[in-house]
């Protein structure tokens, strides 16, 4: 439930009924694109300054992975909140991945 969670932006999507949210900070060290791949349904933010950023794209991840869901966004070197709402789940698995080379 989301009682007890400081959203850092309020979600687009209302909380659904049973939903779980929850937000932790990362940091960037260099600037480029970056993918945030979870392993559940959950809305996934990227917040910085009090705002959400805007993804550059979004998609399921590969069948048979664990991954449900993937969305890149391109970053600047700097702190950002993640945050994730309307899970059903009360654990995600969340992996950051930095540009690749």
């Known amino acids: 439930a989301k009682e007890g969670v ?3 932006v309020t979600p687009p999507k209302p909380a659904g009924e049973k939903t779980y949210a929850g937000t932790v ?3 960037v060290p260099a600037a ?3 993918r945030i791949a979870i392993d559940g349904a959950a809305w996934i933010d990227v917040v910085a300054d009090g705002k959400s950023l805007d993804s550059t794209s979004h998609k399921h991840g590969p069948n048979c992975s664990g991954i449900h869901k993937v969305v890149d966004f391109g970053l600047a070197a ?3 909140q993640l945050q994730l709402t309307n899970s059903p789940a009360a654990t995600v ?3 950051v991945v930095p540009p690749q080379s």
């Open 32 to 34: 480029g694109p970056y």
């Open 78 to 80: 700097g702190t950002y």
């Open 25 to 27: 900070a990362f940091t």
């Open 6 to 8: 400081t959203l850092a």
């Open 93 to 95: 698995t969340v992996l």
